[in-house]
Each structure stands twice: as structure tokens, then as C-alpha cells.
């Protein structure tokens, strides 16, 4: 959704990136999601990866807080009523909330899960998952889990690796490490995104020892960069040329052969992307 707005002519800089869009072009949110829609996505996930009351102050504009992302909530509703596709599934996307990337943090535990807590409570009403998503630590993945226990919608968490087939968090820890974390909680599915690749095929047989429901959704990007600006802009990321729709579907089939049941795109995969994958999904 993020880079989807940035390649249709929004903003890109930290603290309103995506963000911008929900109260200078609500439009094009909803048009994004009956794009993906319209490509054979069975899930749409909300415009909230930026919504987080750190990164509105960032901005100076978190006295809109719950305005924006009750609105971000209606327009992925808007989207599929508009489509008639009723069967469509809503995530909240409920990314770090202070910066991708990062393992340093502002924020206490506590004050995590009090931020997530409050941000599922505002989009419970729309949505059908609480997808926790791009954690780089084990730090945002127990505050994300803490706060989603005891609610009605599924609950999904996904970790972002180190690019180039790592099996490492971008903070650092272990893979192996996260999933013993998930000790005391019960997602309903283990993921991993933002990432090449080829990362998600080196975590698929750790997520798939688990016993839960697993999958990726990769990125488009070159990679990461070492010199990462938590608080710069997106532009510093380069987008790869080669990951066309028909080379990312090859990837994410093989995800699917190695037992992965949730398989989607992260950043610069568009719908043709998806359009491609259900496609080749539905011939397989």
C-alpha cells in the first residue's frame, strides 16, 4: 500500500509517507485497494503501517490520531462493499511503530503494547486480522502478540530478515530465537516479509516446524541499505528492475510447493504482481 501511494504521486518522507494520503487523497487509498481486489487478492490490508501516534507526532498531526485510522478502516470496508467481493478478508496492518528497521527504540515494552492495544481497539470494527508486520526485534513482536491476546480477529505476525536469504531478524537475533519466543501466545499464522526473496525461502522450513499456518510476502526492493535513516526518506531504497510479475510468481510458487499457505507481495509489488500469482495459483 506505502510504495503503491508513492508510485501513484504521494509523498515519500517519514512521518507521512503513506500517511499523507488518508487525509489529502483518501481516494487513491480506496482505489488501491479495489486494484489489489480486482487482481484476485483474498486479503486487503488497511493504510495504518504509518498511523502510529509516534509517527502522527513526528508530523504534528496526532490530534487526528483516531480520525485517520478509523478512516483508513472504512475505506478498505468502502473497497470491498464497492467490489462485491464479500469473502475479501481485511488486515490491519499494524507495522513498528516508531521506525522500519530499527532494534533501538524510544519506546518501553509497556508503552508498545498500550500503542498497539489502542490501534487494534480503533480498527476492530472493520477488520477481520490483526497482521503484525516488518518486526525486526522480538521486542515489537511480544508487544504486538501481548496486545492482541484475547480478541476476536485472527492474528498474524510477520518478521522482516536481512536481506540476500538471511535467517536472522534485522535486529539481529535469530530466527530460531523469535519463533521460541511465540511461547505463552497462539497466532493463528507465522510469516515473514519486506525482505528479498530469498530469505523467505531460507525461513520457510523454520516456520513450517511450528506447526502453524506460514507464509512470505517479499519486497521489491534491492535490498536494505546498511546506512538505513529510520527517520529519512523511502527514496533511499532502491526498487529492483528485474522482480517482474512473472519472476516474483516463480518465487512465491515455490513458497507455496514448500507448504506456504499465505503468499502475498510487500512493498513495489503491485497488483499486476497479484494478478499474476492468482493467476498462476488458480492453474497450479
Not at 503484525?132 to 513482536?141: C, N, V
Not at 501481548?146 to 536472522?168: E, F, K, M, P, Y
Not at 519463533?179 to 515473514?192: H, T
Request: include cysteine; charge should be negative.
Amino acid at each position: 500500500m506505502g510504495q503503491e501511494i508513492v508510485n501513484r504521486g504521494g509523498k515519500s518522507g517519514y512521518g507521512e509517507w503513506s500517511l499523507a494520503a488518508l487525509h489529502e487523497n483518501p481516494q487513491i487509498v480506496k482505489e488501491i485497494h479495489l486494484d489489489y481486489i480486482k487482481a484476485g487478492a483474498d486479503v486487503i490490508t488497511t493504510n495504518t503501517y504509518s498511523t502510529s501516534r509516534t509517527r502522527m507526532k513526528h508530523v504534528g498531526i496526532e490530534d487526528r490520531f483516531e480520525e485517520l485510522v478509523k478512516l483508513a478502516g472504512q475505506l478498505a470496508v468502502d473497497a470491498r462493499d464497492e467490489s462485491g467481493k464479500t469473502d475479501v478478508k481485511i488486515a490491519a496492518s499494524l507495522g513498528p511503530l516508531e521506525a522500519s528497521y530499527i532494534h533501538d527504540f524510544k519506546l518501553s515494552f509497556d508503552e508498545m503494547v498500550a500503542q498497539f492495544s489502542e490501534l487494534m481497539d480503533l480498527l476492530a470494527p472493520y477488520v477481520d486480522i490483526y497482521l503484525g508486520e516488518t518486526f525486526s526485534t522480538i521486542q515489537e513482536s511480544r508487544a504486538f502478540l501481548t496486545a492482541s491476546q484475547g480478541r476476536n480477529q485472527a492474528v498474524w505476525v510477520s518478521w522482516t530478515l536481512g536481506d540476500h536469504g538471511s535467517i536472522n531478524l534485522r535486529g539481529e537475533e535469530s530466527l530460531a530465537d523469535a519463533i521460541k519466543s511465540l511461547d505463552g501466545f497462539s497466532p493463528d499464522a507465522v510469516l515473514i516479509n519486506c525482505c528479498t526473496p530469498d530469505s523467505i525461502d531460507s525461513a520457510l522450513s523454520a516456520l513450517g516446524d511450528t506447526g502453524l499456518t506460514y507464509g512470505g510476502y517479499a519486497n521489491g526492493f534491492v535490498e536494505i541499505p546498511d546506512e538505513w535513516i529510520s527517520d529519512g526518506n523511502v527514496d533511499q531504497i532502491i526498487s529492483r528492475k528485474d522482480l517482474t510479475p512473472d519472476i516474483y510468481t516463480d518465487h512465491a510458487l515455490n513458497w507455496v510447493n514448500a507448504g506456504a499457505t499465505i503468499i502475498g507481495g510487500c512493498c513495489n509489488i503491485g497488483p499486476a504482481h497479484i494478478a499474476h500469482l492468482r493467476q498462476a495459483i488458480d492453474n497450479n
